[in-house]
């Protein structure tokens, strides 16, 4: 389970400012975490239809939405992304991070921190990986281009993608997500007229 180290003068009473926060903070960790289960599960339900829409969205789209990243009802609400497009939201909303940075119990379910791992050139990615839980032996969530939806090991990603256009072993790099702000920026600009 993750815990919050807080800094600052102990409250001496579990009534404090201090506690109020970080249980607050704790159940939002929760309630995310919840959000994207759901999220993985619906993806992993889409899998099995045989709908032209779902084929239309790409590991990047997939990848984003299970981070909640989109202001959108469900999956069929998520706009095709292409390279281009992938690379500006790195650039704009996501960090560069090293991979031994990142917790080696890390559960996406239960952690604040959003990473993805990124095939490729940052500016022009090749795919978009999801890590969700680095205990199991499946600990990446994402799209493959034959095979739907689903969790893989960073062995079984490295054969997909090695060799193409290029792309070596250093061509994995991880990413985090910057803090949630007001709106995603995926919504930004968009003016919504209601009826």
């Not at 940075?101 to 500016?123: H, S």
């Not at 994995?172 to 919504?192: L, N, R, T």
């Amino acid at each position: 389970m993750y815990t919050q180290n807080t800094s600052g003068p102990k409250t001496g009473s579990k009534t404090g400012f201090q506690h109020t926060a970080v249980s607050a903070n704790l159940e939002k960790i929760r309630r995310q975490g919840l959000l994207i289960r759901e999220r993985i599960d619906e993806i992993l339900m889409m899998c099995d239809r045989d709908d032209p829409v779902y084929e239309q969205i790409s590991s990047f789209g997939i990848g984003l939405y299970t981070l909640g990243y989109f202001d959108c009802p469900d999956l069929m609400g998520v706009e095709d992304i292409d390279a281009g497009e992938a690379g500006k939201i790195l650039q704009n909303d996501f960090l560069p991070v090293r991979a031994a940075d990142i917790a080696a119990d890390y559960n996406l379910l239960e952690c604040p921190e959003r990473y993805l791992l990124v095939v490729g050139d940052p500016l022009f990615p090749a795919h978009f990986a999801v890590p969700v839980d680095f205990q199991r032996q499946r600990p990446f969530f994402s799209k493959l281009a034959f095979f739907g939806s689903g969790f893989d090991r960073l062995s079984e990603l490295m054969a997909e993608f090695s060799g193409i256009d290029g792309i070596g072993e250093n061509d994995f790099q991880y990413f985090q997500k910057k803090p949630d702000g007001a709106v995603a920026s995926a919504s930004m600009g968009k003016i919504y007229i209601v009826k």
